[in-house]
Antibody
């Protein structure tokens, strides 16, 4: 059974770059027609789709974040990563990684990791 | 900018039936948007309920069903139980591989 786990710094300074990694276990990140996505949720607010990557390297990003987001994949490590540049307090959120099926369904999900932007 | 709309809150009596909807700020939702639905309780990751409009995710009881009602996607919960009290989010897949979440519906069972 595929499982996902986010990792990365819990605190990032304003204007710096947020970097997170999602490690996939229980299956190969390259198998099946799946995308690998990032979603975030500020405290007390709703979910926001950040973007996704296919194992070929093809990406899709939320237009509102596109200028600051980079998602990459390392199939040798069974991982994919998120980089969000020029962060502000508004980027403080729980960040989730999730597998995304070819028809939009997202799951399984990682447990989420809280990233706080503060000096 | 495309906005996906959901009822902010809804309540249902135990054993009752409730239908939550997912619409577009402009236009109609169809199966071409591959609507999916997620349940989230505080402090937990989302749980996938429905994808591609109608398909229940593995392990999801058949009390949960997805459909298109009029110009919106819909999630119907029959025989509501106390542990159905959660936040429910829909997602629509737009063109160019972009997904948009609705604002979520807070469901109260009382």
């Amino acid at each position: 059974q595929v499982q996902l786990q986010e990792s990365g710094p819990g605190l990032v300074e304003p204007s710096q770059t947020l970097s997170l990694t999602c490690t996939v276990s229980g299956g190969s990140i390259s198998s099946g027609s799946y995308y690998w996505s990032w979603v975030r949720q500020p405290a007390g607010k709703g979910l926001e789709w950040i973007g996704r990557i296919y194992t070929s390297g093809s990406t899709n990003y939320n237009p509102s974040l596109k200028s600051r987001v980079t998602i990459s994949v390392d199939t040798s490590k069974n991982q994919f990563s998120l980089r969000l540049s020029s962060v502000t307090a508004a980027d403080t959120a729980v960040y989730y990684c999730a597998r995304e099926g070819p028809y939009g369904g997202k799951g399984p999900w990682g447990q989420g990791t809280l990233v706080t932007v503060s000096s | 900018q495309t906005v996906v709309t959901q009822e902010p809150s809804f309540s249902v009596s135990p054993g009752g039936t409730v239908t939550l909807t997912c619409g577009l700020s402009s236009g109609s939702v169809s199966t071409n948007y591959y609507p999916s639905w997620y349940q989230q309780t505080p402090g937990q990751s989302p749980r996938t309920l429905i994808y591609s409009t109608y398909t229940r995710s593995s392990g999801v009881p058949d009390r949960f069903s997805g459909s298109i009602l009029g110009n919106k996607a819909a999630l119907t919960i029959t025989g509501a139980q106390a542990d159905d009290e959660s936040d429910y989010y829909c997602v629509l897949s737009l063109g160019s591989g972009i997904s948009v979440f609705g604002g979520g519906t807070k469901l109260t069972v009382l």
